[in-house]
């Protein structure tokens, strides 16, 4: 492993630190370690996430989303199975990961916007939360998104839903309560990646 830190980063004041008192130090959250990591790592860390995504700018916040991840999870680095750089290797796939799947969601979500605003709809903005209302009710229990459908497409009360689906109506009442929970809750992460 290195024992040391660059002639030019020891010349402004940095301490040259050995690799396995940095691992040890960012395994127990000491800042000055991960500060040294982020000067050590961080070209790396950005390399690769622009390797991954051929964007600078999506790569820098992959990056320091790679970092603050490492600062927030230092407690689950072990120094005994690999160095810094492999652990943050291992963080900046998944944050790439993550990055090209709220890439393709965004893509889909326009093109569907497109298609139903070229068949005549509204304005962008209703297409968009349109687009991203199904989409997320798609992603709920069957029940709920019944429920949900009827209310809001059909303008189906609640008992008028027991009376259609057989069930009672306190069933209908909870499925209504749960389903607009969860929807709240995916819609929050929804724009939250968008």
């Known amino acids: 492993m290195s024992t040391a830190v660059s002639q030019p980063a020891a010349a402004f004041g940095e301490v040259p630190w050995r690799e396995e008192a940095l691992a040890v130090g960012l395994a127990r959250g000491d800042e000055a370690c991960h500060d040294a990591v982020y000067r050590r790592c961080g070209p790396r860390v950005r390399a690769l996430a622009w390797r991954a995504l051929g964007d600078s700018?999506?790569?820098?916040?992959?990056?320091?989303?790679?970092?603050?991840?490492?600062?927030?999870?230092?407690?689950?680095?072990?120094?005994?199975?690999?160095?810094?750089?492999?652990?943050?290797?291992?963080?900046?796939r998944r944050k790439v990961a993550?990055?090209?799947?709220?890439?393709?969601?965004?893509?889909?979500l326009v093109e569907d916007a497109g298609l139903l605003h070229a068949a005549g709809r509204p304005e962008a903005d209703e297409v968009l939360d349109r687009v991203l209302v199904e989409r997320e009710l798609a992603r709920l229990p069957a029940p709920q998104r019944t429920v949900l459908r009827l209310t809001f497409y059909e303008d189906l009360t609640q008992p008028q839903i027991a009376e259609r689906t057989g069930w009672p109506l306190g069933t209908v009442k909870s499925h209504a309560r749960r389903g607009m929970q969860r929807l709240r809750a995916l819609l929050g992460d929804a724009s939250r990646e968008a």
């Open 98 to 108: 993550d990055a090209l799947t709220a890439r393709t969601r965004r893509a889909d």
């Open 57 to 92: 700018r999506e790569a820098e916040d992959v990056a320091q989303q790679v970092f603050l991840a490492a600062w927030r999870g230092h407690a689950g680095y072990r120094p005994e199975l690999g160095s810094p750089m492999a652990w943050l290797t291992g963080i900046t």
